[in-house]
């Protein structure tokens, strides 16, 4: 008979964390069936008394010969009552059945009385010596028991609350260790990142097999740094690396060294590096290096600064100290590369720099093929379309993307995932949950319908725009009273001026159909305004696209170069006469773009109150509608 499978899942184990967890309910009835024992036990040891009768009512039964088998001690006298009832021994009375009969044992303490012995002999009644034996054992259990079991309870609840509970281990290193063969990840669960796993293919290969490159006088890098946009898979990346390398896996975070105690960061990066070195071959990864790794400064103030510069530096000594031939390799994830320090950066420790990158149409295509095939599809889902409809998303959104369809689709009772779900939560997303419920007046319904039919039209109308997916007026999100979705046909990475251009008149388009309309203006446009003028200071100050300034950057904001940590900080590069010819270079190109949009929306209002008074009775118009209205004008 073939033995079932195990889960390969379940076959991990955290090496770093040794503490056992017992469960609170099975201690305490462990705790109570100890306790129990140890006083039973004591109660069972003690002698048996019995009814404690004075001497007179004594020396009165045994004159009626209604005692037996006395044993007499230097302070006590124990005996039997023969079979007689309470009331025979009392009152010489019968007692009603069902009451309870006397009680079989008696004590009496004993005085002196020379005539005992010689009364009972000539009585018969049988009798014996003994002596007020006490048993020591019974009171050391019990009493030790009081002492030991509430002490035992305190450590306990002690080392479960505590922070601190083992002071001996603080400067042990908190990585998870999973030692199985298998972390569960492969490069078959990652998708959308071809260039990343080639590079980390090579990490597998010298795992498997690395005479293949130290035959030839070859060494793996020592530390391979993975840099990217959060949600991208970079941790997923390097546990996959570990799946295919079927090695040891230590993986712990960058905050994870840094404590409240001096020097135990350091003390974690020598033990987590001691581990390595026993499990080896393994990989050790560290995610969110940035924050361990942080520039040092030139003079560091004491306190917490001081204690993670010290677990950096003993960081960079530990990866000067080790040999990759002992097959330990270093993976490290980071979102922000340019705030580490140059040391941590420079061959020799880090010495390649993968970047993980946001997916382009086809990685997004792939990615959604992961986390869709466990899912029920109904057959009108196109995952290209869905790639296509989400740029900018990293894996991360796009798992996330999945699982709303599928808890939108189980909302509705339908037992598979349309497209309309993927459609709802695509929105849903982007611009924020639905609020049917907020009560919205006539008037304000009104200019919202107007405020999206001008972006809508000025969109449609342009050359160069995204073509226009959807126009709402039901409010999502915090603040959105409406939206228009746009949705680029493809990736772009690179914007010309006349596109910039156009998006600008885009976004112009709400409060110039506002202004159109009702004469006035309204708060709508606050996002809108916003959005425009960055897009217009960065034509003049970082695009160099004016032609009065020219081809030159005025851009004095902070940076940090690439994967250098090299800091620049902010400082104006221009004078107060340049500065003032940048603001009216802004300006001018927002009022002039303001005045372009306003005269072509006058041109086609016709076609804008038709858009608008459509939202107004069914709230949402799809593109394809908006097509129709703009086919139609354009015959007319």
């Known amino acids: 008979m073939s033995k079932p ?32 024992l140890i006083i039973s036990t004591y ?19 045994i004159a009626q010969k209604k005692v037996a088998n006395l044993v007499i001690t230097p302070e006590h006298i124990h005996g039997e009552f023969k079979s007689v009832s309470w009331a025979e021994l009392y009152s010489g009375k019968e007692i009603p059945p069902g009451k309870p009969s006397a009680p079989e044992r008696f004590i009496t303490i004993r005085v002196e009385d020379a005539g005992l012995v010689s009364q009972l002999e000539s009585l018969g009644i049988e009798y014996s010596g003994g002596v007020d034996s006490k048993n020591p054992w019974g009171d ?23 922070p601190a509970r083992d002071m001996m281990q603080i400067g042990k290193s908190k990585a998870k260790v999973y030692v199985e063969s298998k972390t569960g990840t492969t490069f078959a669960d990652v998708a959308g990142c071809d260039e990343a796993k080639e590079e980390l293919e090579e990490v597998v290969d010298f795992l498997k097999e690395p005479q293949r490159f130290t035959s030839i006088g070859g060494h793996i890098p020592k530390g391979i740094l993975l840099v990217g946009p959060p949600g991208t898979g970079k941790t997923l990346l390097a546990r996959a690396v570990a799946g295919e390398a079927g090695v040891a896996f230590l993986s712990m975070s960058g905050s994870d060294f840094i404590e409240m105690f001096v020097g135990v960061g350091a003390a974690r990066v020598r033990d987590l590096f001691q581990q390595a070195e026993k499990l080896a ?11 361990l790794g942080k520039v040092r400064s030139a003079a560091p103030m004491p306190g917490g600064h001081e204690e993670r510069e010290h677990t950096l530096q003993q960081l960079l000594v530990e990866m000067d100290g080790f040999d990759t031939k ?17 040391a941590l950066l420079r061959p020799g420790r880090f010495d390649r720099h993968v970047v993980v990158d946001r997916p382009d149409i086809k990685g997004r295509e792939a990615i959604l093929k992961v986390h869709t095939k466990a899912m029920k599809l109904d057959k009108d889902v196109e995952l290209s379309i869905i790639a296509a409809r989400t740029p900018g998303f990293a894996g991360a959104d796009l798992a996330n993307l999945a699982n709303e369809a599928a808890l939108l689709a189980a909302r509705r009772r339908k037992k598979v995932i349309g497209m309309a779900e993927f459609e709802e939560a695509i929105d849903r997303i982007i611009a924020g ?11 304000e319904k009104k200019i919202v319908a107007y405020h999206e039919s001008g972006h809508a039209i000025v969109a449609a109308s342009l050359p160069g725009t995204d073509k226009v997916h959807r126009v709402s007026i039901i409010p999502r999100g915090v603040a959105a009273l409406g939206y228009t979705l746009q949705l680029p046909t493809e990736d772009r990475y690179l914007m010309t001026y006349s596109e910039l251009m156009t998006k600008l008149a885009v976004l112009l388009g709400g409060r110039a159909a506002e202004s159109l309309i009702f004469k006035e203006h309204s708060t709508g446009a606050a996002n809108d305004l916003e959005r425009a003028t960055d897009i217009a200071e960065k034509i003049v100050k970082e695009y160099g696209m004016s032609d009065k300034l020219g081809p030159l950057v005025f851009d004095g904001t902070e940076r940090h170069q690439f994967l250098t940590g090299i800091y620049q900080p902010s400082f104006r590069k221009y004078s107060e006469k340049t500065a003032q010819v940048i603001d009216e270079e802004i300006s001018n190109l927002i009022k002039n773009t303001y005045e372009r949009v306003y005269r072509l929306l006058g041109e086609k209002r016709d076609l804008l109150e038709r858009l608008a008074k459509l939202l107004c009775d069914q709230e949402v118009v799809e593109g394809s509608e908006l ?9 007319l």
């Open 43 to 61: 109660l069972l040891q003690q002698p048996k008394k019995g009814e404690e009768i004075p001497y007179s009512k004594f020396k009165e039964y």
């Open 433 to 443: 949950l639905e609020k049917r419920s907020r009560m919205i007046n006539p008037k």
């Open 140 to 162: 050391i259990i019990f009493w030790s028991a009081l002492l030991i079991v509430p002490l035992i309870i305190w450590i306990f609840v002690l080392r479960r609350i505590s």
């Open 326 to 342: 002992n097959g330990v390799i270093i993976l490290a994830a980071t979102n922000r590369p340019e705030v580490l320090d140059p």
């Open 281 to 291: 071959p393994c990989i050790i990864f560290i995610d969110e290096i940035d924050a």
């Open 627 to 635: 097509e129709g209205i703009l086919s139609s004008s354009r015959r």
């Open 5 to 36: 499978k195990k889960d390969p899942a379940k076959k991990e184990k955290r090496l770093g964390e040794m503490t056992p967890r017992l469960r609170f309910p099975f201690l305490y009835i462990a705790l109570a069936l100890f306790i129990y």
